[in-house]
């Protein structure tokens, strides 16, 4: 089989490997002789498609033909443009799923005193302000020797705000590190600042609020002469309280995972992201929180997430969302519907629709339970919207700051980035898990080799399970490859 059709209404088919002109292939019940040649990913079109109608892909439109379209053509940038343009306006149409809740499996994860469960229990040491960076970087590589009993790791996670910003960037910056001091795969953290930065340690402690002098402390570099040795012994201290904790059994119902796509293909919308997207709606009849986000690649699908917003107050929240992104684009004087990056593009996406329509599919079918602002925690279990780009380390970054304790990424070009939480790389063909077996934890691209979805989205379940537990680490935890990127989208001084 050289292609996929997949929706009987699509006027076009995905190549599942590079076809070349002269070849005839059966699709759809009707026989394509090919006459451009088709990359691997790639659209060919399926009737002849006249100029300005639409192409479908999905069962919907994903754009219109620029100029007439034959039949065995190649479609792609240069004969496709996006339909989209512009704020639009929405009724609230509900259309929510049935959902037959199910009991919820365990795993071996860690109770934190707040309540909150963890999948790993490391030391982090946050920076308030970026001029501390390296400083952090050192007391991680020598604090390692203190490490004892259950405590996994000890991390830093540079960045450079908390000074020089102005309004709404210094409330990101602010959020977004409270967001990981309280994290709960944080068995204990050292703040660390400067002195006369505007993120000043004192603001820190009244956002964070809660005065856990055990589980967080607290180092202004500028008060001691020796900051290293000083913060050595705190990291002792911290590393101790961290020591204290164990595996013990919880519901999967208390999972948090964050999903996220980055460096997609043409496969990503019929593997990977229906693979994850399988994942989640058992996650959340469980009883479970999946985490969806990367705002603009929801433009063109919206839609479809609106009609399953679990009543009017979840919709107009999930309308502003949108619309807010679109205010931001445009404030900016940058176009809102020229999202697919080149590598999208080589890989076979060509419009925003289509990049969207298979990006939203990470949310499964699931009710839309509620809509966070960047930097807010998750309070509601179910599927969760939340702000923020596309751009995959601020994405993921803002995943693991509302929560998440694991990170599911689909990619179909691949990346070698790790979030502050695990990060899973679930490839959406499998010679990229083949070529790139140091980057990628799962192959979901074996859907295109006969195998199930429900005994892929089995698997699946089960090695998140097991990498909760601790049973098994992602390829960047293996390497040591964590980092995080805070939001910005004002001035700096």
């Known amino acids: 089989m050289s292609f996929i059709k997949i929706h009987p209404l699509d006027n076009v088919a995905i190549a599942l490997e590079p076809v070349q002109v002269g070849t005839s292939h059966q699709i759809g019940g009707i026989s394509v002789t090919v006459s451009q040649s088709v990359p691997q990913g790639h659209k060919l079109a399926l009737t002849d498609i006249p100029k300005d109608a639409d192409v479908i892909k999905y069962g919907v439109p994903i754009g219109h033909a620029t100029n007439d379209i034959k039949c065995g053509e190649h479609v792609h940038t240069h004969n496709l443009k996006t339909n989209l343009s512009g704020k639009l306006e929405y009724s609230y149409n509900p259309a ?51 490490l004892r009993g259950s405590v996994e790791g000890l991390y830093s996670f540079p960045h450079p705000y908390g000074c020089s910003q102005l309004g709404d960037d210094h409330e990101m910056t602010k959020k977004a590190l409270a967001g990981l001091i309280n994290h709960p795969n944080a068995g204990a953290v050292l703040v660390l600042g400067l002195g006369c930065e505007n993120n000043t340690v004192s603001g820190m402690q009244e956002l964070l609020g809660h005065g856990d002098t055990e589980r967080v402390k607290f180092l202004i570099c500028q008060e001691h002469e020796d900051e290293i040795g000083a913060a050595l012994e705190l990291l002792k201290e911290l590393i101790n309280y961290a020591s204290t904790f164990e595996r013990e059994g919880l519901l999967a119902s208390e999972l948090i995972i964050g999903l996220k796509c980055g460096g997609s293909d043409g496969f990503s919308g019929i593997t990977a992201n229906p693979l994850v997207g399988a994942f989640s709606d058992r996650l959340t009849a469980e009883g479970g929180t999946a985490i969806l986000t990367e705002v603009p690649e929801m433009f063109g699908a ?83 919207l939340l702000e923020s780009p596309g751009n995959d380390l601020v994405a993921s970054t803002a995943l693991a700051v509302c929560g998440a304790q694991i990170v599911l990424f689909t990619t179909g070009r691949g990346t070698p980035f790790g979030a502050p939480v695990p990060t899973v790389k679930i490839s959406s063909n499998s010679d990229l898990a083949s070529r790139k077996h140091g980057w990628i934890d799962f192959d979901a691209g074996r859907l295109l080799s006969g195998v199930s979805m429900e005994e892929l989205s089995e698997e699946l379940y089960r090695y998140v399970l097991k990498l909760a537990s601790g049973d098994t680490q992602t390829r960047t935890e293996q390497q040591g490859l964590r980092e995080i990127a805070i939001f910005k989208n004002g001035v700096t001084l």
Not at 328 to 340: A, F, I, L, T
Not at 357 to 383: E, F, I, P, R
């Open 302 to 384: 919206e839609t479809q997430l609106m009609s399953r917003c679990a009543d009017s107050g979840v919709f107009d929240e999930t309308v502003k969302l949108i619309n807010d992104f679109k205010d931001y684009y445009s404030r900016h004087g940058q176009p809102v519907y020229e999202n697919p990056s080149p590598g999208n593009k080589d890989g076979g996406i060509t419009t925003l629709e289509e990049k969207s329509l298979g990006c939203t599919q990470k949310g499964g079918s699931a009710v839309v339970t509620d809509v966070l602002a960047y930097g807010q925690s998750v309070k509601t279990t179910g599927l969760n």
């Open 96 to 146: 929510l799923p049935r959902v037959t809740p199910h009991k919820p499996e365990s795993f071996q994860g860690f109770r934190r005193k707040n309540g909150k469960a963890g999948v790993r229990n490391e030391v982090w040491i946050i920076p308030t302000v970026g001029c501390v960076n390296s400083v952090a970087q050192i007391m991680s590589q020598r604090g390692q020797s203190l």
